[in-house]
T-cell receptor
Framework: GAVVSQHPSRVICKSGTSVKIECRSL??????MFWYRQFPKQSLMLMAT?????????EQGVEKDKFLINHASLTLSTLTVTSAHPEDSSFYIC????????????FGPGTRLTVL | ELKVEQNPLFLSMQEGKNYTIYCNYS?????LYWYRQDPGKSLESLFV?????AVKQEGRLMASLDTKARLSTLHITAAVHDLSATYFC????????????FGTGTRLQVFP
């Protein structure tokens, strides 16, 4: 079946540094990918929609200059957390639908970010 | 703004018992998903419900959808410890390609 990977699975960084998280669709092309953030014991909150070949669409309240999204190819989207702070510590999960208006959406394994 | 609410938020139940988790959403949608999440892990897809009256079953779990009431249920039959996890429903944003809004989640704990 289709698989979505994320790298790294876990990252610890110092406050003020930038961290890049990759999301790849391994055996299908994804013109759209989604980035979610999940704080402990909470639900997944959609941060942004990553669009191949165009700018990402951010949800209300998400700072686009802080969370940079680049959909470099049909199989890769990256999320860069710039000048990370402890409050950015969270579990970041990407997803990719296989096709358009599809009922099949695949989730990555997640990236645990800890900012010291 | 689409809101998706689940209840209960936390459920502690004895093995062998039955229970239902409810998922209410606030606006029209044409797709509803149920996911399972184990601690520290990502999501595992359980069910996709695509139409009013849809019912799907897998093992001890059964999901249904009533689009007129904007309600989905996840019914657990004869619970076992392995079902302990957090369960999320998610609603497709109609007319907005594939964007999902997640429910608040239900943390299920099954004890002997």
């Amino acid at each position: 079946g289709a698989v979505v990977s994320q790298h790294p699975s876990r990252v610890i960084c110092k406050s003020g540094t930038s961290v890049k998280i990759e999301c790849r669709s391994l055996d299908f092309q994804a013109t759209t990918m989604f980035w979610y953030r999940q704080f402990p014991k909470q639900s997944l909150m959609l941060m942004a929609t990553s669009n191949e070949g165009s700018k990402a669409t951010y949800e209300q309240g998400v700072e686009k200059d802080k969370f940079l999204i680049n959909h470099a190819s049909l199989t890769l989207s990256t999320l860069t957390v710039t000048s990370a702070h402890p409050e950015d510590s969270s579990f970041y999960i990407c997803s990719a639908p296989k096709g358009v208006r599809t009922d099949t959406q695949y989730f990555g394994p997640g990236t645990r970010l800890t900012v010291l | 703004e689409l809101k998706v609410e689940q209840n209960p938020l936390f459920l502690s139940m004895q093995e062998g018992k039955n229970y239902t988790i409810y998922c209410n959403y606030s606006t029209t949608s044409d797709r509803l998903y149920w996911y399972r999440q184990d601690p520290g892990k990502s999501l595992e897809s359980l069910f996709v419900l695509l139409s009013n009256g849809a019912v799907k079953q897998e093992g001890r779990l059964m999901a249904s959808l009533d689009t007129k009431a904007r309600l989905s249920t996840l019914h657990i039959t004869a619970a076992v410890h392995d079902l302990s996890a957090t369960y999320f429903c998610a609603v497709d944003m109609k007319y907005d390609t594939d964007k999902l809004i997640f429910g608040t989640g239900t943390r299920l704990q099954v004890f002997p």
